[in-house]
């Protein structure tokens, strides 16, 4: 079975400040894909930016962005000009490929953006 | 509208009764799927289904059972509800097509409470 890891319970950021957020997985797979879903207190969740795991390039989206290293097997998310509408949870989730689309989520990490 | 619609978006009942939570789906997307949430332990699958003649068990099923009506309609039951079924329960769905990523697509959530 895929674990994934995140390690960070809660993380507090000034607004306008950059923050990351940390993401670990272990997998004997070689292609896959890597998720991060974001889930305000409306309970929705969101998808915030998604990596294949074929691409060396990493992904971005807007203010968000990952570092992907698939060799140490981590996948880290980055928000730069942290707004007050970032606040939520974060969920790292990971896919295997052709396998059904089923998802292993991590256990989240809370995160508030301080006005 | 929302995509991904789940009824109730509520419930409180009591220990030993039959629970129906329903999701539907506008997205015409061939898979849909039950996650259970529960604090610090992220998003765990319990049923899912790549069509209406294919369901299959997911990481949790014991205690749930599924019905997909339709390729729009995928219900989850709890037959003998018991309080540590008590949790926030997602449908999600996502699109069979294999030469791109899967998202998956997430409902509102239903809260339960069983006591």
């Known amino acids: 079975a895929q674990t994934v890891t995140q390690s960070q319970p809660e993380m507090s950021v000034q607004e306008a400040e950059t923050v990351t957020l940390s993401c670990t997985y272990d997998t004997s797979e070689s292609n896959y894909y890597l998720f991060w879903y974001k889930q305000p207190p409306s309970r929705q969740m969101i998808l915030v930016i998604r990596q294949e795991a074929y691409k060396q390039q990493n992904a971005t989206e807007n203010r968000f962005s990952v570092n992907f290293q698939k060799a140490a097997k981590s996948f880290s998310l980055k928000i730069s000009d942290s707004q007050l509408g970032d606040t939520a949870m974060y969920f790292c989730a990971f896919m295997k490929q052709y396998t059904g689309n089923q998802f292993y989520f991590g256990t989240g990490t809370s995160l508030t953006v301080i006005p | 509208d929302a995509d991904v619609t789940q009824t109730p978006r509520n419930r409180i009942t009591k220990t030993g009764k039959r629970i129906m939570l329903e999701c539907s789906q506008t997205k015409g997307h061939d898979r849909m799927y039950w996650y259970r949430q529960d604090p610090g332990l992220g998003l765990r699958l319990i049923y899912y289904s790549f069509d209406v003649k294919d369901i299959n068990k997911g990481e949790i099923s014991d205690g749930y059972s599924v019905s997909r009506q339709a390729q729009a309609k995928f219900s989850l039951s709890l037959e003998s509800a018991i309080p540590n079924q008590t949790a926030l329960y997602f449908c999600?769905?996502?699109?069979?097509?294999?030469?791109?990523?899967?998202?998956?697509?997430f409902g509102a959530g239903t809260r339960l409470s069983v006591l």
């Open positions: 999600a769905t996502s699109d069979s097509t294999r030469d791109r990523v899967d998202i998956q697509y």
